[in-house]
């Protein structure tokens, strides 16, 4: 049973599912799945835009049929898989696949050089008044503060196998976020930051400062997400908060005038922080200072000002 869904971990959470419902059903066919059928996890990667009635028309005008199911995505694709395979496996390698003993180094891999890089560009760049990944990477800053998140602060927290190149690959999804065919918008990535701060960005911040270290764009990230939910971006325009956990942020918004007031009530919701980030004085007075430039100087002097390298 391949599981091909974009979560961590993929056949572990396939396995637990088929097993849980397969008990409810005949507590011997649970056993029998148990013993024989094998759940690789998989990753897949490639950036896919939401549908667009201009992409869609498009690839009618290609196909010479209408496809509501179409979908246009970059020429890059990457797809790791468990070898872990009951009875052999298809040759799927011949033709692109990776088949690997541990698939999780891959995925952090993408959480925190592909994923953590897009949801940077998203908040900082939409802020700014940027509509796409693209246009925001036009932006020399945008780009050299990216690639300089990759190297500098992402990468140093992943242990990789032998032969992969963590230097080559953010070159390349530099190269992958700056296709102006791939019209990706910020506001569809911003979506949803509650469920993805933890993963791309907190994680590996949580590494950093246990080592006494203090990555200034990892927390502008954070500080980022933090301004782009009150709302509004720097040129006064409404910005519509897509989050289960945006009536929320409204309240805070609502209740706190003070960066600090802020910084500290949003620090405050574990389920986003849990308890630890907001113990770190050092992170929390970073993070407010951050915040407390984004709101003065806005989000390209903020990022020319820490001066990426």
């Known amino acids: 049973m391949l599981s091909c869904d974009n979560v961590r971990e993929n056949g572990h959470v396939a396995r637990t599912a088929v097993l849980q419902l397969a008990a409810a059903r005949d507590q011997q066919l649970a056993q029998w799945i148990d013993a024989n059928v094998t759940f690789p996890c998989t990753m897949v990667d490639r950036i896919v835009p939401a549908a667009t009635e201009q992409a869609l028309e498009q690839i009618a005008d290609q196909l010479g049929v209408y496809d509501p199911c179409a979908i246009a995505c970059e020429p890059f694709r990457q797809w790791v898989i468990e070898d872990n395979f009951v009875n052999g496996r298809p040759d799927w390698d011949r033709v692109g696949a990776q088949f690997v003993s541990d698939v999780k180094p891959f995925e952090l891999m993408k959480l925190r050089m592909l994923n953590a890089s897009h949801s940077f560009l998203a908040y900082l760049g939409c802020l700014g008044g940027y509509d796409t990944i693209a246009a925001t990477m036009a932006n020399p800053a945008w780009r050299a503060a990216t690639l300089s998140l990759m190297l500098d602060e992402q990468a140093p927290t992943l242990t990789m196998p032998p032969g992969i190149d963590l230097n080559a690959y953010a070159q390349r999804l530099i190269e992958r976020f700056a296709n102006p065919s791939l019209r990706h ?125």
Do not use: C
């Not at 954070?222 to 519509?240: F, K, L």
């Not at 849990?274 to 407010?288: E, I």
């Open 185 to 309: 918008l910020t506001r569809q990535i911003a979506m949803d930051g509650s469920q993805k701060l933890p993963q791309r960005l907190l994680d590996s911040l949580r590494q950093h400062l246990a080592q006494g270290q203090l990555p200034p764009l990892l927390i502008l990230g954070v500080a980022g997400w933090m301004r782009y939910i009150s709302g509004t971006d720097q040129q006064g325009g409404a910005i519509e908060v897509i989050d289960p956990l945006a009536p929320q942020f409204k309240a805070i918004h609502q209740q706190y005038a003070s960066a600090p007031e802020r910084v500290g009530a949003l620090l405050a919701i574990e389920a986003i922080f849990a308890h630890d980030l907001s113990g770190n004085q050092d992170f929390v007075n970073a993070l407010t200072d951050a915040y407390q430039q984004l709101l003065a100087q806005g989000a390209q002097a903020t990022l020319q000002g820490l001066r990426p390298h």
